[in-house]
């Protein structure tokens, strides 16, 4: 996840730029998909969905959007709106609430990530097709810090001993907006690790958030407080690291910190640090806790307010649902793919991709 995703509620301007269209039959004229997406994605998936687009007579546009979600908002109750919207799993709560996306019918979901399908679930309808997750990790320089920390104290003092010896500059590079505030999606973990949560649930069940239930300040977290004033006193939390110019963690990438917390998206930057590296889940610092990461997925979600609704499922089910689509787009971002098939397949090759995976086991999805 990039810095450009940390907001909750989207900006309001958007562009748009319609990129390609599959080649079809003439006879097919009529048959239309028109999916909306970001930059980063649209040619990809494009590319992905010309041989269904052309082998089912269907014109499929892809669609460019610099802000998807606010764009579908003041377009699709209008009738000029996508008939798929791309997007992550947060986008859900809101698009549903406001009658904008029309529930997923004919899933397997037992084809999916259990995580990703609870994250595209809201009061217990699904309304999402799920092809990537995400979530954080510990990043540990093992060159600098001679291997994985074996636990929080273990992370504390070699952090600390670095950055007295002159080896390191920081001990920990977690994203911040700024010296005065800190990216509450990747500082998230110290929440939980102390005891901490933002919902509850009403039974456990995926979509069923107890929004009354607010944990953030629970009494657990509230008697284990006092660490975290501790690790920003010492220096092992600093609200000045990872902002500004910062923020992509430079000196990490030199060498100069031996932790830093960043999801698979940074794994490119990663590799070409040209050191040795471990994944790993972030050690929970108190006894009978786990310091447990926010989990995101993204996916497609259809509109209500299309009149190609078949058309649309069959995408889903035909294209979407398939390893060939999920790969693709997996290594367009480095995402872990949200069908199980791909997945596996791709954890068996990619060691990098299974341990954000087992780094993610718990994580909490809004």
């Not at 997923?104 to 979901?109: F, H, L, P, R, S």
């Not at 994250?119 to 540990?140: D, M, Q, R, W």
């Not at 199980?340 to 341990?355: F, G, M």
Request: proline share 4%; aromatic share 8%.
């Amino acid at each position: 996840m990039s810095k450009k995703r940390l907001g909750v509620v989207g900006a309001i301007a958007t562009a748009a730029l319609a990129i390609s269209s599959a080649v079809v039959p003439a006879q097919a004229a009529g048959k239309t998909l028109v999916i909306w997406a970001d930059a980063d994605r649209a040619k990809t998936i494009t590319k992905l969905s010309a041989d269904w687009a052309a082998k089912n007579g269907v014109t499929l546009t892809v669609v460019v959007k610099t802000d998807v979600r606010a764009a579908t908002v003041e377009a699709a109750p209008k009738g000029v709106g996508p008939d798929l919207v791309v997007g992550a799993h947060d986008w859900v709560g809101q698009l549903a609430a406001s009658g904008i996306l029309e529930p997923m019918t004919g899933v397997n979901k037992s084809l999916f990530a259990s995580s990703a399908i609870a994250g595209f679930t809201y009061n217990s309808i699904l309304y999402g097709v799920p092809f990537g997750t995400e979530n954080v990790a510990l990043i540990t320089n093992t060159k600098l810090a001679g291997g994985a920390p074996t636990s929080w104290a273990d992370l504390e003092s070699t952090g600390l001993a670095l950055v007295k010896s002159g080896a390191a500059t920081h001990a920990l590079f977690s994203p911040c907006g700024g010296t005065s505030s800190c990216d509450p999606y990747h500082h998230f973990f110290l929440n939980t690790a102390l005891g901490g949560y933002v919902f509850g649930s009403r039974g456990g069940n995926a979509g069923s958030l107890n929004t009354k239930d607010i944990g953030l300040g629970s009494k657990t977290f509230l008697k284990n407080a006092a660490l975290l004033d501790k690790w920003v006193a010492e220096g092992l939390i600093d609200k000045g690291t990872g902002s500004g110019a910062d923020y992509d963690f430079k000196d990490w990438y030199a060498g100069k910190v031996p932790y830093m917390i960043t999801g698979p998206w940074n794994l490119g930057n990663i590799q070409k640090a040209g050191f040795s590296y471990a994944i790993t889940a972030v050690p929970a610092p108190v006894a009978g806790l786990k310091a447990v990461p926010f989990m995101g997925a993204q996916g497609f979600m259809l509109s209500k307010f299309t009149t190609n609704k078949l058309l649309a499922r069959k995408f889903l089910n035909e294209v979407v649902s398939t390893d060939s689509f999920q790969t693709g787009l997996y290594k367009l971002g480095g995402r872990p793919p949200a069908l199980n098939t791909t997945l596996a397949q791709v954890s068996a090759s990619d060691p990098d991709i299974a341990a954000f995976g087992t780094a993610g086991v718990g994580a909490v999805h809004l």
